[in-house]
Antibody, heavy 121, light 114 residues
Framework: EVQLVESGGGLVQPGGSLRLSCAAS????????MNWVRQAPGKGLEWVSY????????YYADSVKGRFTISRDNAKNSLYLHMNSLRAEDTAVYYC??????????????WGKGTTVTVSS | QSALTQPASVSGSPGQSITISCTGT?????????VSWYQQHPDKAPKLMIY???KRPSGLSNRFSGSKSGNTASLTISGLQAEDEADYYC??????????????FGTGTKVTVL
């Protein structure tokens, strides 16, 4: 079964740091690009970051650029999101999502159940 | 990049058809046939329902269909069923270059089955 399981969320003070992890199973992780998407309480979805299968291409949303770092370890079938200088507005459920395998299309076909990050003093 | 515009809510009776619109701009929806739709039940992960504007993932009910005209994409649910009650989000690829890449999501639509 294709599966993504996030972990690492929790309560952190403003200005603090946190590292999220996403464990992939049931597919060849090293062949897929990956994304992080977040959802603030009661709000819609917001794309956060993208990383290509070999980590050669990385993108960030403007709202997190310079504060968040996406990375992956293909040997461990794992995706990460390092979050620094956290703000109250970063409070959200963070989902990892698999990018489609097509080189000419863009969509996210598999999602994890999410991990909750709360930034509060 | 501004969020795509969706109606806040749409409702229908069992068996009826409903359509959810998703309006963007010539920089996203209008430029690419790369709109996807996601269903999200309360406290659950989003689920891919439509990709590339009108294609369904394998195994998904053909009651769900997608289309696009100009800067507006649409999701139609026919033969509405109780389990279709959920939030629905559209998403469009909004281009990439050396340093820029973006997905833009819609504002979300709550579908209620009366």
């Amino acid at each position: 079964e294709v599966q993504l399981v996030e972990s690492g969320g929790g309560l952190v003070q403003p200005g603090g740091s946190l590292r999220l992890s996403c464990a992939a199973s049931g597919f060849t992780f090293s062949s897929y690009s990956m994304n992080w998407v977040r959802q603030a309480p009661g709000k819609g979805l917001e794309w956060v970051s993208y990383i290509s299968s070999s980590s050669s291409t990385i993108y960030y949303a403007d709202s997190v650029k310079g504060r968040f770092t996406i990375s992956r370890d293909n040997a461990k079938n794992s995706l990460y999101l390092h979050m620094n200088s956290l703000r109250a507005e970063d409070t959200a459920v963070y989902y990892c999502a698999r990018e489609s395998s097509s080189s000419s299309s863009y969509y996210m076909d598999v999602w994890g159940k999410g991990t909750t990050v709360t930034v509060s003093s | 990049q501004s969020a795509l515009t969706q109606p806040a809510s749409v409702s229908g009776s069992p068996g009826q058809s409903i359509t959810i619109s998703c309006t963007g701009t010539s920089s996203d929806v209008g430029s690419y046939n790369l709109v996807s739709w996601y269903q999200q039940h309360p406290d659950k992960a989003p689920k891919l329902m439509i990709y590339e504007g009108s294609k369904r993932p394998s195994g998904l009910s053909n009651r769900f269909s997608g289309s696009k005209s100009g800067n507006t994409a649409s999701l139609t649910i026919s033969g509405l069923q109780a389990e279709d009650e959920a939030d629905y989000y559209c998403c469009s690829y909004a281009g990439s270059s050396t340093f820029v890449f973006s997905y833009v999501f819609g504002t979300g639509t709550k579908v209620t089955v009366l």
